[in-house]
């Protein structure tokens, strides 16, 4: 009977070992890239590059985070107030706004947009979200090549966008 005991609590131990190191592993596979303003978990895997100088000296309002494949781009801008997001930008020589959509609820303006290029090599879609007088922005996106590479990083992508912190002065 002790010996059954004590199989049965070292079981219970292993399990709880497992559980806790493959919760830590889940939270190793992202790291946290500090923009000037705001703050996001993005994988590991992927590269940063840092777009928009922000007014705080060697820090940025906005950034890309490139798969390794450079199939997906993951993308944040939240400066401190408000501003433009020049580094998305459509490209009139390259690129069809294919979809546009906004809504106010709860005193804050939404707005999605989505960019087709036109030889059909990538698409870009991006959520804006600002208060109703506009002083406040944050948009966060994706570009990716194709449905399958879209595919292959969702996941990854709905954490880095639930992930995503600003703050205020």
Not at 60 to 79: E, L, T
Not at 134 to 161: M, N, P, Q
Request: charged share 35%; hydrophobic share 35%.
């Amino acid at each position: 009977m002790i010996l059954l005991k004590n199989s049965i609590l070292i079981l219970c131990f292993t399990l709880v070992s497992f559980v806790v190191l493959a919760n830590d592993n889940k939270k190793s596979d992202f790291k946290t890239y500090k923009g000037a303003f705001f703050e996001v978990e993005y994988p590991k895997n992927f590269t940063v590059k840092s777009s928009i100088k922000s007014s705080m000296p060697d820090l940025y309002d906005s950034a890309f985070f490139i798969s390794p494949d450079k199939k997906v781009k993951f993308y944040v801008f939240a400066p401190q107030w408000s501003g433009d997001a020049d580094d998305i930008a459509i490209d009139p020589e390259n690129e069809i706004e294919k979809d546009t959509k906004k809504e106010i609820k709860n005193g804050m303006k939404f707005k999605w947009f989505t960019y087709e290029s036109k030889d059909k090599s990538k698409l870009r879609s991006y959520q804006e979200t600002t208060n109703e007088e506009e002083t406040t922005k944050l948009i966060v996106g994706i570009e990716y090549a194709d449905r399958e590479s879209y595919k292959k990083h969702k996941d990854a992508y709905l954490k880095f966008k639930k992930s995503i912190r600003q703050f205020a002065d």
